[in-house]
């Protein structure tokens, strides 16, 4: 089982920018892919932006060109940059993780956007 914690969430002003820290730890073999997801209040849980081992992303429309998502296989590490926050990127944010047909999820972070 792998064990993920989110960090960085927050309160934060429209345009302005957050950065989430994703640590996996436990028995890891090869995390692929890693990935955030969101879900705001009432909504269902969404897939943000992925990462495989070797690179490859992919970003839900809504949020291209304004958030990056990044990875060190070293560490078992997983980042997300938002830039050019919104309001509707309010959501709380959960860092995932599949791993030999086993997905994995942390606890997730809060994240607040004001107008």
């Known amino acids: 089982q792998v064990r993920l914690v989110e960090s960085g969430g927050g309160l934060v002003q429209a345009g302005g920018s957050l950065r989430l820290s994703c640590a996996a730890s436990?028995?890891?073999?090869?995390?692929?892919?890693m990935a955030w997801y969101r879900q705001a209040p009432d909504k269902q849980r969404e897939l943000v932006a992925s990462?495989?081992?070797?690179?490859?992303?992919n970003y839900i429309d809504s949020v291209k060109g304004r958030f990056t998502i990044s990875r060190d296989n070293t560490e078992n590490t997983v980042s997300l940059q938002m830039n050019s926050l919104k309001p509707e990127d309010t959501s709380v944010y959960y860092c995932?993780?599949?791993?030999?047909?086993?997905?994995?999820w942390g606890e997730g972070t809060l994240v607040t956007v004001s107008s």
């Open positions: 436990g028995r890891i073999f090869s995390i692929n892919p």
């Open positions: 995932f993780a599949h791993q030999r047909g086993i997905n994995s």
């Open positions: 990462i495989t081992t070797n690179g490859i992303t």
